[in-house]
């Protein structure tokens, strides 16, 4: 099955610095790679996502890369804010035999920004 | 509206108790997952129902029992749990199965005395 690596497990950046999460796959059939935020006592909550027929996606502060042959993708959050302190999951999508689509997530990165 | 609700917020039970969990969305999703989550550890899928047929289920302890009475509803019925079954219970929803984006809930804390 597919196998989700994440790095790093914590992350500590000053407000206005940029983070960057990087996350590697197994599954090369895998095609589908949210982000998910996930707030202290909170639900988590999809930011991003990309699929394996685009390199890289951005939404504000927010952009994601991906590169299919190496089998990883990346968070990457500009001009972080105290607000963005969370744990942030990577998931890669699993097609169990072409019928299901589940969710396999990383371990999850800690991040936290200073004031 | 990405909202799906979640009954109760907390829930503690003893081991010889039954109790069920919550969760309904009215976004039309046709697809419903129940996923577990341990402190500090990413959400761990139990079941995936997909059109009220129940289409994966993770090898889960029979003491969890799924049901999804219609679209928009799902529940987990829950009987002798164990203390080690202690953990934040999630609901998600998506379109359908083949549509990737998962909306969750915000979750049951479970606590097993």
């Known amino acids: 099955g597919e196998n989700v690596e994440q790095h790093p497990s914590t992350l500590s950046v000053q407000e206005g610095d940029s983070a960057v999460i990087k996350c590697t796959y197994s599954d090369s059939a895998s095609n589908y790679f949210p982000w998910y935020k996930q707030e202290l006592g909170k639900r988590p909550q999809l930011i991003i996502d990309?699929?394996?027929?685009?390199g890289e996606k951005k939404d504000q502060r927010i952009a994601v890369t991906l590169n299919k042959t190496a089998k990883h993708f990346s968070l990457h959050i500009t001009e972080t804010q105290p607000e963005d302190s969370a744990v942030y999951f990577c998931a890669a999508s699993n097609d169990g035999g072409g019928s299901n689509y589940k969710l396999t997530f990383g371990k999850g990165t800690l991040l936290t920004v200073n004031p | 509206d990405t909202e799906v609700t979640q009954t109760p917020k907390h829930l503690v039970m003893g081991m010889t108790n039954k109790k069920s969990l919550k969760c309904e969305q009215h976004m039309g999703h046709r697809a419903m997952y129940w996923y577990k989550q341990k402190a500090k550890k990413p959400p761990e899928l139990m079941f995936v129902y997909s059109y009220e047929k129940l289409s994966i289920n993770e090898s889960v302890p029979s003491r969890f029992s799924p049901e999804c009475p219609n679209s928009s509803l799902l529940n987990l019925h829950l009987h002798a749990l164990q203390p080690e079954d202690s953990a934040l219970y999630l609901c998600a929803s998506s379109q359908n199965r083949e549509t990737y984006e998962q909306y969750f809930g915000p979750g049951t804390r479970l606590t097993v005395t």
């Open positions: 990309i699929r394996s027929n685009v």
